[in-house]
């Protein structure tokens, strides 16, 4: 009898503890702000991207989202706090490509992208353009690609740090070409640009949302859009592919995860809010002013984030393995 008893006393535990987890989905996310960690600094490209998100998806979501800017060490700094935060729904990450790079860049990473997250969905692309400063002799990128083959113990190929965006796409244009450039890592796009301006770096590839500025102004020469299609914003620079180079695509995309365990009902409703958000049309023009895109509903899905991280890891880690550069 006694044995029965505790059975009985166990089963009515765990039908508590799914009753209480189920109450809480049912009434997430009452009026507790969200907190949504974004790793890296405020004023860059993904925070810009996240803040315009999070004011929308405050919105449809029906609570205030609160950004908590946690940099350092390529984002995983940030990420691995929000994989050991509580799957409660009021913890979620806004992180950038760098978390299918960082399973290859870090050899002791401490946390695993696929296992320690659940998947909310995708957010933003945001174009590459490979750039050079004005004093270049090359005209185009059909001109440019020659001239580096020509020359590439000359060239200097600037970034904002190993495993930047800047990096990365350094890394597989330089793979393409099969030439190695002297590859010149800054602490940041703001020193690497001011030196590309100065002319005292040749060339750069960097997302949309940090040269958008000097691209409009044309103090910049634009070689080539790193994408399958032009960029929205800038439909005057022909692509990579379209200039004799298919298949070089890098975009800087952005995605919503949530600690490992948050109850599905919840995850449901963060998802649905950013699928909203996507579509909205003031998220969209600000991405555009941006030079970004924001994502189509169909991709702001758990199942579509986690089969796209899945390829992304799948396509970088050979690029940076072969390359032998490492971040720790």
């Known amino acids: 009898m006694k044995r029965v008893a505790l059975n009985i006393a166990a089963v009515l535990a765990v039908a508590g503890v799914g009753a209480f987890t189920g109450a ?27 803040r315009e998100l999070t004011m929308i998806m405050s919105k449809h979501l029906g609570t205030t989202i609160v950004i908590e ?70 005209a185009t990128f059909k001109d440019l690609v020659p001239y580096i083959k020509a020359n590439a113990s000359k060239l200097s190929l600037a970034n904002a740090g190993i495993g930047s965006a800047s990096h990365l796409c350094g890394l597989l244009f330089q793979s393409a070409l099969q030439t190695e450039l002297t590859t010149v890592p800054y602490k940041g796009t703001a020193p690497a640009l001011t030196d590309i301006l100065g002319g005292q770096v040749n060339l750069m590839c960097d997302q949309t949302t940090n040269i958008a500025g000097q691209l409009k102004a044309g103090a910049l020469k634009p070689y080539a859009a790193m994408q399958s299609r032009r960029v929205e914003a800038f439909k005057d620079i022909p692509t990579a592919a379209e200039q004799g180079m298919p298949g070089v695509e890098v975009k800087i995309w952005h995605a919503m995860y949530a600690p490992k365990g948050t109850p599905k009902p919840i995850i449901d409703k963060l998802s649905a809010a950013l699928q909203k958000s996507v579509q909205d049309p003031n998220f969209r023009a600000k991405m555009a002013e941006l030079g970004a895109e924001a994502v189509p509903a169909q991709r702001a899905t758990p199942d579509s984030l986690r089969t796209f991280l899945t390829s992304e890891i799948n396509k970088w880690t050979p690029v940076i393995k072969k390359a032998g550069v490492y971040a720790d």
Do not use: C, W
């Open 24 to 50: 809480q989905a049912q009434e997430y996310p009452g009026n507790k702000p969200v907190q949504a960690v974004v790793p890296f600094a405020a004023g860059g490209p993904t925070d810009k991207v996240a």
């Open 69 to 138: 800017n946690l940099g350092g060490a390529g984002g995983t700094i940030g990420a691995k706090k929000v994989a050991q935060s509580k799957g409660d729904g009021y913890t979620i990450l806004i992180h950038h490509i760098g978390m299918s790079t960082a399973p290859a860049l870090y050899r002791n990473l401490g946390f695993d992208p696929l296992k320690d997250f659940e998947m909310v969905g995708e957010v933003a692309d945001v174009p590459m353009v490979m750039v050079g400063n004005k004093q270049l002799p090359p």
